[in-house]
């Protein structure tokens, strides 16, 4: 059967194609159609088996694999797979597969790693059978829970590790230190890491030598000792990869000879036999009790591999015969009783004691000690990964429980409560905060270069191994409930130090994720910190680049700057506001600057005029008065047509005069108040140091901030008289100066100024408005000395009126009771008392929000400018009486509506109007209150609504609520 295009269609990349080939392929070898030797021929078959997993999709993972599986099972598929890389492949490809797809992968790895050909039959020299820790069912649970399987020793080599332990333990520090060596260089070479695990003395002893202090130095016996238990690390790892993946690690050889003093369950040594001559007979080394043979290396590995110890090769003897090594079970140690086996460590007790009376020691003065340690720690660390899962700070977990007794005297393991078990944990993690404490307080004390040198490497490598411990063991949502107040505190201390962020940034990122979860009070001073450092780097790196000749990046100096005044309060660096403003005011020279540069750097400006801290605003105030005089002062007056003037266009913006003129011509600093009231003094009287195009951008901004500044007005000072003549009308003005209506609006204002005397200017400023032609034929009253004496006086009044209305959306009039009333005003054949009434009553009515909308609808506001114009204009003697209930009226319609009130306070002649209507009431006896107010809504509008100026784009459709600025009613 021809399959090669087949095949070929497992590779192809489209899914659906490669899919069907594949099931296509498994049909045939179901239903025998074709054989597993037919198909272990095709090369590429193989191929494209592996390739499958690198598609972006990957269906029929576990069919994939079992045919894999099947394939290897025959030896040519296994040469053929063996040829094409699949053990390189499958073994990257492993770490990404569920557990159970897993379970093939080591499968398939049995059978490449099996040898064929006939084994040569021999007898075992050792007992096979399982040896099981108690509660300990199966091989897998015992390697998941941190134990090794039971290794039995020989009769000969049973006395070994006693024998080593009882010499650890001796008073003789040469026996001590000779112990160690052959520890090191011979015993942990050629028996199995577990050994020491399942015979915890030696471990013990070795502990115990690491808080051996002579003359509070450390002994030279501990740097033995660490060695020893570094190289017992290495080889615990080392076997742990053994057992987790046996076919893998025995791809060499068998690595229990037949001289080996172990024995192992035959389901492990079942794949590992090979038909490679016994290790004895090719390559003899000599044992730790003098006589040869091959002995399993503690790292999983086997070989003959050289031990260190000089005195190998001086006690090799010839080996004996064959027979004579072929022991009985029964001459085993009978170190399997009960009590044996529950005194075994796991690699979790082992790898947290380890840590415990190891860290004591990077208290020390000696560097040379703290490097040691710290490769030791290195090592433990990984041990940990391999035992400990995060679930061992959840309750029921086995791996606390079995921690329970690292601290415990006592051989026998004590089953303790959960919450003693996270305390034991917490112990190591505890005294890493108290070291990492320790020396960063000496790094900050008054010490000599070396002792600096020497705290600040053990600063650093501590924090490095207990933040990789912390990411090894505890999940960064449960460090809240978890962590010690010490660990939190030098979690704290490594956030905040700015080098070791810089030299060590991925551990810097987890130790700022685990300060979130423990101290939110801490992460936000950190967040502070770290803020306030960024925005120190920012102006020094502003200063530098603002310095620099040439063409600069101005984006990115305006925005160190930015970042740079948030510093202020902590270097108040003044020279730094100097170049901002220079740099602002550069920015708006030219004509063709770019619109988000200008409003990027007003934005600074405003920043600086607003800031928070006296010197700063000072230096802001002067700064700007500095550049002002330098472009308006008059050493130009001899530069005709000159465009210096342009210098000042940064500050020619309605935003920034508002807040110099409401915040600061009142501002508490002497410094400036005085600045700004000579800044503006310099403008208004700038008009012959400008050029026209700059004095119409001026007047154009200065337009909305009027109704501040005329707070200021006062005939006896500089400034205010200054602002008293921006009302008067003047025939050399035309039009460069402000329009007629602006300038009306303005006289009109003066006539709530606080001064006699400015009132006075003001009615001189209003004649030529209500005595031309348009205003003044057929109106009343007739202005005559008389009148002209009130109006100065005319909205001085002596009483407060509430101008707030009902928010209520429940009305309790009907509205068919309105349109009556409204008919009744409306009516001319209505008795006027009539119609009185019904406007005083509808007057009431607008006092509720909700029903403005019904008359508006109606078309009041209209009707009530009629009644007023008619009453003024026309003569209309007897439509007197409305005149105030109308103003009532339209006080209120205009209050609520802000699209209403901006269009009626533009209308020149409606002002003017009202103005007439005012001393009507006035001359008829009447409250001019109603008008008073309806008059400063419509004069104070643009002010009245300020809150909507940040966007300029909508500042006509903002509904905000009329208010006055706090300067306005002071003033």
């Known amino acids: 059967m021809e399959l090669s295009s087949l095949i070929k269609k497992m590779g192809h990349p489209l899914l659906e194609i490669r899919v069907r080939a594949l099931k296509n392929v498994r049909s045939k070898l ?44 025959h030896p040519t598929g296994a040469q053929m797979l063996r040829e094409v890389g699949a053990v390189e492949f499958l073994t990257q490809l492993s770490p990404n597969l569920d557990l159970r797809l897993r379970t093939i992968v080591d499968g398939i790895f049995d059978q490449l790693f099996h040898l064929p050909g006939d084994l040569p039959s021999c007898p075992p020299t050792t007992s096979y059978e399982l040896h099981f820790v108690p509660l300990l069912q199966t091989e897998e649970e015992q390697l998941t829970r941190g134990y090794f399987v039971r290794s039995k020793l020989k009769q000969a080599d049973a ?40 015979r915890p003395n030696t471990v013990q002893s070795l502990l115990s030598l690491l808080s051996l202090n002579v003359d509070d130095d450390v002994s030279f016996l501990t740097f033995q000792a660490l060695a020893c238990l570094q190289q017992l690390c290495r080889n615990l790892r080392s076997r742990l990869r053994f057992y987790r993946y046996p ?20 389901d492990i040594r079942g794949t590992q036999r ?19 043979g091959q002995r399993l290396r503690g790292d999983g590995q086997d070989g003959d591999a050289a031990s260190s110890s000089g005195s190998s090769s001086s006690n090799q003897r010839k080996a004996p015969p064959r027979p004579a090594q072929q022991s009985l079970p029964s001459e085993m140690d009978a170190e399997d009783s009960l009590e044996l086996q529950l005194q075994q460590w796991s690699l979790a007790r082992f790898a947290v004691a380890v840590v415990e009376h190891a860290l004591p020691l990077t208290r020390t003065e000696s560097l040379k000690v703290f490097q040691r340690v710290l490769e030791l720690l290195a090592e433990v660390q990984g041990l940990l990964g391999d035992s400990i899962a995060p679930e061992v700070w959840d309750e029921h977990s086995l791996t606390a429980t079995e921690l329970a007794s690292v601290f415990n005297s006592s051989d026998m393991v004590q089953i303790e409560s959960h919450e003693a078990d996270r305390e034991k944990l917490q112990i190591c993690l505890e005294t890493l905060g108290d070291i990492i404490c320790h020396h960063h307080g000496m790094t900050s004390s008054e010490q000599l270069k070396s002792s600096l040198i020497h705290h600040r490497m053990v600063f650093s490598g501590t924090a490095i191994f207990t933040i990789r411990l912390l990411q090894t063991l505890l999940p960064v949502e449960k460090a809240a409930e978890i962590l010690p107040e010490s660990t939190v505190a030098a979690i704290f201390l490594l956030c905040l130090d700015p080098s070791f962020s810089v030299v060590y940034p991925i551990i810097h990122e987890s130790a700022v994720a685990y300060l979130e979860q423990t101290c939110s009070e801490r992460y936000s001073l950190y967040r502070r910190v770290s803020r306030l450092s960024h925005c120190m780097e920012a102006t020094c790196s502003f200063l530098k680049d603002a310095q620099t000749k040439g063409d600069k990046n101005w984006h990115e100096l305006l925005e160190l700057a930015k970042e740079g005044i948030e510093a202020f309060p902590y270097h108040q660096h003044l020279p730094m506001v100097k170049e901002c403003v220079q740099i602002c005011s550069y920015l708006w020279k030219f004509a063709q600057a770019s619109p988000i ?31 002002l005089k330098e472009c308006l002062g008059v050493q130009n007056v001899a530069s005709p047509a000159t465009s210096i003037c342009s210098g000042v266009h940064f500050l020619l913006h309605s935003r920034v005069l508002y807040e110099i003129s409401v915040f600061g011509l009142q501002d508490q600093a002497r410094e400036v108040s005085a600045a700004a009231k ?11 140091m400008m050029m026209d195009g700059s004095w119409s951008r001026f007047n154009e901004a200065l337009y909305p901030v009027i109704p501040i500044l005329q707070g200021y007005a006062d005939t006896d000072d500089a400034l205010g008289n200054c602002i008293v003549l921006l009302s008067k009308t003047s025939a050399e003005e035309g ?13 009109l204002r003066l006539l709530f100024s606080k001064h006699h005397t400015v009132r006075k200017m003001a009615v001189q400023h209003l004649l030529p408005h209500i005595t031309s032609l348009e205003c003044a034929s057929n109106s009343r009253p007739t202005l005559d000395s008389s009148k002209l004496s009130c109006l100065p006086n005319l909205y001085v009044i002596n009483k407060s009126v509430d101008i707030k209305l009902s928010n209520s959306d429940k009305s309790y009039v009907k509205v068919e009771s309105v349109n009556k009333l409204y008919n009744i005003l409306t009516s001319e054949t209505v008795d006027m008392v009539l119609r009185r009434s019904a406007a005083e009553q509808l007057a009431i009515v607008l006092q509720e929000s909700s029903m403005h909308s019904v008359l508006k609808a109606l078309g009041l506001s209209e009707k009530l400018r009629s009644f007023i114009t008619e009453c003024v204009n026309s003569n209309v003697v007897s439509l007197d009486c409305l005149l105030e209930p109308s103003m009532c009226m339209l006080r209120k319609l205009v209050f609520a509506d802000p699209s209403l009130r ?15 209507g005012s001393l009507l009431i006035k001359e008829n006896k009447g409250d001019v209150s109603e008008a008073a107010v309806l008059m400063c809504i419509l004069l104070f509008d643009e002010i009245g609504r300020m809150d909507s100026w940040t966007d300029e784009a909508t500042s006509d459709t903002g509904l905000s609520p009329f208010s006055l600025p706090a300067v306005i009613i002071r003033r």
Request: glycine share 4%.
């Open 159 to 198: 006395p070994i590790p006693r024998v080593s332990c009882s010499s650890l333990r001796s008073n003789n520090p040469n026996l001590v230190q000779s112990t160690c060596e052959l520890l090191h260089d011979v015993i942990m070479q050629d028996f199995p890491a577990e050994i020491f695990l399942q």
């Open 902 to 916: 901006h269009s009626l306070a533009q209308q020149r002649l409606l002002l003017i109007t009202l103005l007439k």
């Open 735 to 747: 039009e460069e100066g402000c329009s007629q209506t602006a300038r009306l609006r303005a006289a």
């Open 274 to 292: 090979s038909g490679i001559s016994s290790p004895e007979e090719s390559s003899p080394r000599p044992s730790v009790v003098g006589r040869s």
């Open 30 to 73: 179901d239903h025998g159609l074709i054989g597993v030797p037919d198909v272990v021929q095709e090369k590429m078959l193989f191929v494209y088996l592996l390739e499958w997993f690198n598609f972006p999709e990957v269906p029929m993972q576990e069919e994939v694999l079992d045919m894999i599986n099947t394939l290897s099972k």
């Open 678 to 688: 000579d800044i503006l003094l310099y403008l208004l009287k700038g008009r012959l």
């Open 247 to 266: 076919s893998f690690c025995s791809a060499k050889q068998d690595p229990v000879s037949q001289n080996s003093s172990v024995s192992y369950p035959q």
């Open 597 to 627: 540069l200008q409003s990027e750097s007003q934005k600074l400006f405003l920043k600086l005029l607003s800031h928070p801290l006296a010197p700063v605003k000072a230096e802001t105030y002067s700064s700007t008065l500095s550049i």
